[in-house]
């Protein structure tokens, strides 16, 4: 076996293969830029070695600084994780001109499934499903729209070299073709520097299902069973599951077949992925295949008890495959929900900083990939650790969170409970849109296409309400807890003998609109909380203080995040963001009498995004300024972000000059 | 018998309805609560023991004996919080105005003197349209009794005020006389002089808001030491500002039972100074993660930024924490901070509490308006804070500590009981590259030779090393080690006792 591999990566990819080759008994080199000098994977590795400035293009896909990053450590194979030079072709050449191994497939067949085109006509001749389509390069609009005519409407117009989203359209008619065509070849050449576009059938009631498969090289290979990947935004994974709850088996083993024919026809060796597009009536169509380890790799390693990154160490190292395709048992229901650094509440917006806070709910002990696992497994793969920082230079994905059930309900309550367990401070991110698409009927019932999060949250993601057997359940444990916090405040030091606060049994608990009147009975292990005469026992180890509550609330676990204020909590917990009061009938009584003020009015101001200092405001009071025009300049961590008008208005007002320090949300400008 | 323990009984009621019903529904159309309704909220259940229920006033004049409502304007008397002894003043709002006559000054008074003699905290909450004018002097004699018992109390018993509605004119030299002034967002305001006279004598047009209001009194001036959204909120957070509080100066601080590991180690903390030294960090992160339960209950939050003040606890106990902010002007000292810091240390001292510095100061703020506006002579308010403080005083230095803000900011040279710094810490006359420019001079023109210059000041100085090597530091220790170094220091100085020589009191450059 392998001595020592280097790792050409960064961040949870990295840390995940360094795990295996720990557990494989091989040193591992990691690599990093100065962003990156104090990254988890550098702690991890055997050894690291420094590759330049942050920005990828000086670093982590220079060729030139990986290779001499081997020769200087003497590494002798490459793990390049998945993105950067994973299918980068050079790449592989250049690992080959030097004797060193690349833990993946063939240069050939790197190359061969690196263009759309090409990858869609051989997997045609190798019999693989594909989406009606016009295979050839198209000159121009005239052409787009004759070629669309024949496969029928709606039509998809994409780039050759795209990814992303970027240089995609779809057309319903005509007239859509031709603008969208120039559109997108426009795009194609702006962000890839190649403008070769195809069309192709627009498929209806999409889901994104992929064939994991395991070869090689020596004619032996295996399929893995599938991942759906349907929960995307803007082409973006953000949940994926295995199985495929929409999937049976001749399904399962026709796409499993003819992704392994694909894979046989290009001469495949390592892990890859077929990814296909599954209509409304489980017609499967080729979309491409991913030669590298795909990010959501590990909920086919929870299913299957296979540690694919041990495979493709072994399979580079010229090992025969040791898996036959009868030993592929699929176990369970594994789903992984990846966080992000964006912030929901903000359309999504890339969040940058210091992760103040950063504790991932416990991980299952003795779980290793290759485990085949028997009870409830919660996996989170990161790269990052609290007083981190989520850099602006890389992918903002920060921590891959799986959980493991035998069954697929049961792995979705595994999961809402880790995601109510997952501390984040520090910078926004979107544990809450994980959570509300956890408890989302259509996500549930397994009814989703990849159009899921557009259709359900056309308008962005405002955060969930929570229904009253809900929000009592929360009252209650609130209730308790506010109790125990109250009677620990009466055991100050200083006190008068025999004059102690008395607290009493009786609260009134305010939270998102509800109100609910609460009796507490306690004893040594918990709290009755009789709600509209419901008993509810609340059980926790809960002191005050603690960020994290888990109440049994009658038996069922919830899990609080919980912060202080006034009178109660903050409380956040299934993608909900409450505040909650508990107070004495006679304090919420006088309450009541306050008036409610609502918070001032935003639409109509320019607001600080983050913390900084201004640097420039472009415009005067009584500007016009027109939709998209640089209002003012932030500088935040030596980055300086152009804040640009939403709408067309005109300034009535200007609140900060260059060199005010701002907070966020501090106004800086005002709207008539 | 029983007529006369009725007549007690309905007299009461009568005084319990203060100004009536009318009064009081006007009192809370306007969002405020009734002075009874809000010393409900500020002490524990029936913990209230009231006094002078029956005063009334003694005028005669513009046919004032006619109207002689019983408590007079203002409700007076003691209870707990959380078991604690306090006296609480609450002016009544719906009684003329809770305008304050001889009388009305005199219950005041009295509480004062029995909270002086048996050393608890006095709590006035504040609503008052001002003078009786009826009463002409008897009522600004009253108001003058008040403010010498103000200062007669001041360090004495903590004194603090909440102003609930108006406080204008001479009203408001009390509260200001008091350690601490809280405000109620858009329902209280408190001004010398209101918008009408500003008006005349100025011809500036303004709102009482925007003159005294809760805003401007936080942010612009700092005579407010926080504002709180209604009278409910305000009166549950004093609450818990008096569970910080010793009674007097001669009680110990407050402990209670914690449920957070004095010797905790947070990690994170060795990341939180940033590689690159201008960069700003958020140094309220180091003092939620340094205190018990990450609570600190923060003064004047929203006035010169770039020093934090407030209350932490370690090992259950109150501590005083002073820190520079980086996030604000990078933390430096200027007129508003070291007023803003300087008020809080000889708060604590005054009140046993001990010290909690926590720096990173790259030096005064320059400038012809800090200057003008007196620097010299507010700088050494802290200075001079610092130095005259007995009570155990420990230190952190976590970046820069330059120049003669780092002699400022609790150094061992002001007597620090334990001064600690971070490996990330400079403790130096100035910056490397101010000092390079001043050094050599001569060979100003050559980058080259600057460059090396200023590379050699700073393996010299951009280290904690040289102030150890000297004992200027007692130790230089690790960020994650932060919280349980400190709380042993603390833990070591309990006992601590330090005499001053005798004098009438001090001179402090004021």
């Known amino acids: 076996m392998f001595k020592k591999i280097l790792i050409a990566n960064r961040g949870e990819i990295a840390c995940r293969v360094i795990k295996t080759a720990r557990k494989m008994g091989i040193a591992t080199v990691a690599v990093y830029s100065d962003a990156d000098r104090n990254a988890l994977h550098v702690q991890m590795a055997d050894e690291a070695v420094h590759i330049g400035p942050p920005p990828a293009n000086q670093s982590y896909i220079v060729i030139d600084k990986i290779m001499e990053a081997i020769e200087a450590t003497g590494a002798e194979a490459v793990h390049p994780g998945y993105g950067f030079l994973s299918e980068n072709p050079k790449f592989a050449e250049a690992l080959e001109a030097a004797g060193v191994a690349f833990i993946g497939p063939p240069k050939g067949a790197i190359e061969a499934m690196g263009d759309k085109i090409t990858s869609k006509k051989i997997a045609q001749d190798a019999g693989v499903s594909t989406v009606p389509g016009h295979m050839g390069l198209i000159e121009d609009a005239d052409e787009a729209l004759r070629i669309s005519e024949d496969i029928g409407f709606p039509v998809m117009l994409k780039a050759s070299a795209g990814g992303g989203g970027k240089g995609m359209r779809i057309a319903w008619n005509a007239d859509e073709v031709r603008e969208g065509f120039q559109a997108s070849k426009n795009e194609a050449a702006s962000s890839f520097g190649d403008d070769r576009m195809f069309i192709e059938k627009f498929v209806t009631q999409p889901r994104h299902i992929e064939i994991q498969v395991l070869c090689d090289g020596q004619g032996n290979g295996v399929y893995l069973g599938e991942r759906e990947c349907s929960i995307q935004r803007r082409n973006q994974k953000v949940v994926e599951e295995a199985p495929s709850p929409f999937l049976d088996e001749e399904t399962r083993r026709a796409m499993g077949e003819q992704s392994l024919a694909l894979a046989h026809a290009v001469g495949y060796a390592s892990a890859g992925t077929v990814e296909f597009i599954v209509d409304g009536d489980r017609n499967f169509y080729f979309l491409e295949m991913n030669t590298r380890l795909q990010v959501e790799h590990p909920v086919t390693e929870l299913i299957t008890g296979v540690d694919l990154v041990e495979h493709m160490i072994r399979v580079a190292y010229g090992e025969t495959l040791s898996l036959a395709q009868g030993d592929v048992k699929l176990n369970g229901w594994a789903i992984e929900s990846r966080l992000y650094a964006e912030d929901p509440y903000r359309g999504f917006l890339p969040s940058i900083g210091r992760l103040t806070r950063y504790r991932p709910p416990e991980e299952t002990p003795d779980y290793l990939p290759g485990v085949v696992p028997q009870a409830p497994v919660v996996r989170n793969d990161t790269g990052v650790y609290e007083g981190g920082e989520i850099s602006m230079y890389y992918d903002p994905m920060i921590a891959k969170l799986c959980t493991w059930g035998p069954s697929r309900a049961e792995a979705i309550e595994g999961m809402r409970q880790a995601l109510d367990g997952f501390e984040v401070e520090g910078i926004g991110h979107n544990l809450p849109f994980l959570s509300a698409v956890m408890d989302h009927p259509k996500f549930v019932s397994g009814d989703m296409t990849t159009a899921f999060i557009a259709e359900e949250y056309p308008d962005g993601f405002e955060g969930v309400t929570l229904d009253e057997t809900e929000l009592r359940r929360i009252a209650a444990a609130c209730a308790a807890m506010h109790r125990v916090a109250e009677i620990r405040r009466t055991r100050v030091s200083g006190r008068m003998d025999n004059h102690e606060r008395k607290v009493g049994k009786g609260w009134v608990v305010t939270l998102g609109g509800a109100r609910f009147e609460a009796r507490i009975e306690a004893d040594r292990d918990g709290a009755d909380v009789t709600i509209d005469g419901e008993i509810l026992r609340c059980e926790s180890a809960w002191t005050p203080g603690d960020t994290l509550a888990r109440v049994a609330v009658s038996g069922e676990v919830i899990v609080l995040k919980v912060g202080k204020i006034t009178q109660g909590f903050r409380v956040r917990t299934r993608g909900a963001d409450l505040r909650v009061h508990v107070r004495t009938p006679r304090q919420a009584e006088l309450a009541a009498l306050m008036p409610e003020k609502l918070p001032p009015d935003t639409s109509k101001m320019l607001l600080c995004p983050m913390p900084g200092l201004i640097v420039r405001v472009d415009v005067a009071e009584g500007d016009e300024v027109q939709e998209g025009q640089a209002l003012a300049v932030v500088e935040a961590m030596k980055m300086e972000n152009i804040l640009r008008a939403e709408k067309k208005g005109r300034v009535s007002k200007v609140n900060a000059a260059p060199g005010d320090s701002l907070a966020v949300d501090d106004v800086i400008l005002e709207f008539e | ?510």
């Not at chain 2, 200062?151 to 601490?180: E, K, L, N, R, W």
């Not at chain 2, 500002?241 to 009674?247: G, H, K, R």
């Open chain 2, 1 to 510: 018998m029983k007529d006369i323990l009725t007549e007690l009984e309905s007299r009461r009621t009568e005084a319990r309805l203060g100004g009536g019903q009318r009064r009081i529904d006007a009192q809370h159309a306007k969002g405020k609560l009734t002075a009874r309704e809000r010393i409900e909220l500020l002490l524990d259940d029936s913990s209230f023991e009231e006094s002078d229920t029956f005063v009334a006033h003694r005028a005669t004049d513009f046919g004032m004996d006619k109207e002689r409502p019983a408590g007079d304007g203002v409700v007076t008397g003691w209870g707990t919080i959380n078991g604690r002894l306090v006296y609480v003043f609450s002016q009544d709002f719906t009684v003329m105005g809770g305008s304050v006559s001889e009388t009305h000054a005199a219950k005041i008074v009295k509480i004062q003197d029995m909270a002086m003699q048996n050393g608890a905290p006095v709590i006035g909450l504040n609503d008052s349209g001002g003078a009786r004018i009826q009463e002409g002097v008897m009522s600004l004699a009253g108001y003058g009794d008040v403010f010498q018992r103000n200062i007669d109390a001041s360090g004495v018993i903590p004194q603090i005020s909440v102003i609930m509605g108006p406080c204008a004119g001479g009203a408001v030299y009390s509260p200001a006389m008091t350690d601490f002034i809280f405000m109620v967002k858009d329902s209280s305001y408190m001004f010398v002089t209101g918008p009408d006279v500003v008006k005349t004598v100025t011809n500036e047009v303004v709102t009482a808001e925007e003159l005294g209001g809760a805003s401007a009194h936080t942010k612009k001036s700092g005579v407010a030491d926080a504002a709180f959204e209604n009278d409910v909120e305000a009166l549950a957070e004093v609450r818990r500002l008096v569970d910080f509080l010793p009674l007097n100066n001669q009680a110990r601080v407050p402990v209670r039972p914690f449920f957070d590991d004095p010797g905790r180690i947070e990690d994170s903390l060795d990341t939180l100074v940033p590689d690159n030294p201008n960069m700003p960090y958020d140094m309220k992160e180091l003092i939620e993660k340094l205190a018990d339960e990450g609570d600190f209950f923060e003064l004047q939050a929203d006035y010169a930024g770039n020093i934090l003040t407030g209350f932490i606890r370690l090992e259950g106990r109150t501590v005083g924490v002073v820190a520079n902010q980086p996030m604000v002007l990078a933390g430096c000292l200027d007129i508003d901070s070291s007023r803003k810091a300087a008020k809080f240390v000889r708060f604590c001292d005054a009140f046993d509490i001990p010290l909690l510095t926590l720096v990173d100061v790259p030096g005064f703020l320059p400038g012809t308006s800090q200057e003008y506006g007196g620097v010299i002579k507010h700088g050494a308010k802290l200075l001079f804070a610092y130095g005259e403080a007995t009570v155990p005083k420990v230190t952190v230095i976590t970046r820069k500590a330059y120049g003669g803000a780092y002699v400022v900011m609790a150094s061992k040279h002001l007597a620090g009981d334990f001064n600690y710094a971070w490996p990330t810490s400079e403790i130096a006359v100035m910056g490397s590259k101010g000092a390079v420019e001043i050094l050599y001079r001569s060979e100003f023109g050559d980058a080259d030779k600057i460059a090396a210059r200023t590379a050699d000041y700073e393996d010299r100085f951009a280290n904690p090393f040289v102030a150890a090597e000297k004992g200027f530091i007692d130790e230089v220790i690790m960020p994650h080690s932060t919280r349980k170094r400190v709380a042993r220091a603390f833990a070591s100085l309990r006992q601590k006792r330090q005499e001053r020589p005798w004098r009438k009191h001090d001179t402090i450059p004021l």
